[in-house]
Nanobody
């Protein structure tokens, strides 16, 4: 079973920043993407951002464009989510995901999920 482990969550004031990391194991061969989703208590998963492991393609949810940046370190098998100008509505558990194919906001496209790291933004 592939392991995805997120870290970097915490408590931050509105307007502050956090940088999330996801340690991943990405298999070779074919097109592969990784993504960040978030989930508030009692709610479904919401797409945040995605990237292609083998190209420079990225995809962002409208709600985070201009504030969040997704990136990768291929050698370390890690992806990151730099979150700036955080808002209370960003409060959620943030999960990284991996799956075959091009970057997409569709939850069903991702086959492997991490446990999540909590981000709490106070007003």
């Amino acid at each position: 079973q592939v392991q995805l482990v997120e870290s970097g969550g915490g408590l931050v004031q509105a307007g502050g920043s956090l940088r999330l990391s996801c340690q991943a194991f990405v298999h070779t061969g074919g097109t592969y993407s990784m993504a960040w989703f978030r989930q508030a208590p009692g709610k479904g998963r919401e797409f945040v951002a995605a990237l292609s492991w083998s190209s420079v393609s990225t995809l962002y949810a409208d709600s985070v464009k201009g504030r969040f940046t997704i990136s990768k370190d291929y050698a370390k098998k890690e992806i990151y989510l730099q979150m700036n100008n955080l808002k209370p509505e960003d409060t959620a558990a943030y999960l990284c995901a991996a799956g075959p194919g091009i970057p997409t906001s569709d939850t069903w496209a991702y086959k492997t999920w991490g446990q999540g790291t909590q981000v709490t933004v106070s007003a």
